[in-house]
């Protein structure tokens, strides 16, 4: 099994639409959850950090649910710029190492 | 500020050949990452650098890879013989070491080194 699992999509969503999709993670002793973002052929880029009251970032929330070991992100009014592929992120108590997902494939379309 | 970067963006070797890569981080992160994203696989932990010295160097995937980070500030990441399977992206990342926070540190990513085995 692996540490942290997403759905790999597509999530096709027409822009204006809200999208929403999980993740969860297999190490209870995780501590610091991110999700990040990547461009095709590009580097993972930090969208936000994800705590245990929720966060939200304009048109992004993130939730973290402790006890059932998911996180989520929700994106409001799709843009056609969020197409992305969003990796889901964890990092353990001991230590700096991150812990990818695969990672969701997102497509925003007019 | 001058992100991350990597050098080269891209290498296309032959198997048994070697190739180093290097990663310069964001001036003044203590913190050093190399990581890996193989064909179809998601992105994976090789090593941590603390300054000049190895933190975790757990991801290593076997002794054809040698990490350096002389002086703590830019670091190489050597294979030596290449093997195909080492195909991938080789990111690097870095971070700042913030007193009293723990191991919570947000990283920041290079845009990676796409290396070809042939």
């Known amino acids: 099994r692996k540490e942290v699992e997403q759905d790999p999509g597509p999530f096709n969503v027409p822009e204006g639409a809200t999208v929403a999709f999980n993740c969860t993670y297999s190490?209870?002793?995780?501590?610091?959850f991110f999700w990040y973002r990547q461009d095709c052929r590009k580097e993972p880029k930090l969208l936000m950090s994800?705590?245990?009251s929720g966060n939200e970032d304009g048109r992004f929330t993130a939730q973290l649910n402790r006890a059932s070991q998911y996180i989520s992100l929700l994106i409001r009014d799709s843009k056609l710029s969020d197409s992305a592929t969003y990796l889901c992120?964890?990092?353990?108590?001991?230590?700096?190492?991150?812990?990818f997902g695969g990672g969701t494939r997102v497509l925003v379309k007019p | 500020e001058a992100g991350v970067t990597q050098f080269p963006s891209h290498s296309v070797i032959e198997k048994g050949q070697t190739v180093t890569l290097r990663c310069d981080p964001i001036s003044g992160h203590d913190n050093l990452y190399w990581y890996r994203r193989v064909m179809g696989k998601e992105i994976k932990f090789l090593l941590h650098?603390?300054?000049?010295?190895?933190?975790?160097e757990s991801g290593m995937p076997n002794n054809r890879f040698l990490a350096e980070r002389t002086g703590g500030t830019y670091s190489t990441l050597k294979v030596q013989p290449a093997e195909l399977e080492d195909s991938g992206v080789y990111f690097c990342?870095?971070?700042?070491?913030?007193?009293?926070?723990?191991?919570?540190?947000?990283?920041?990513f290079g845009p990676g080194t796409r290396l070809t085995v042939t």
């Open positions: 990342a870095s971070s700042q070491f913030i007193s009293g926070q723990g191991a919570v540190h947000e990283q920041y």
């Open positions: 190490n209870s002793a995780s501590q610091s």
């Open positions: 650098f603390v300054k000049e010295s190895k933190q975790d």
């Open positions: 992120v964890v990092n353990k108590a001991a230590g700096n190492k991150l812990t």
């Open positions: 994800v705590y245990s």
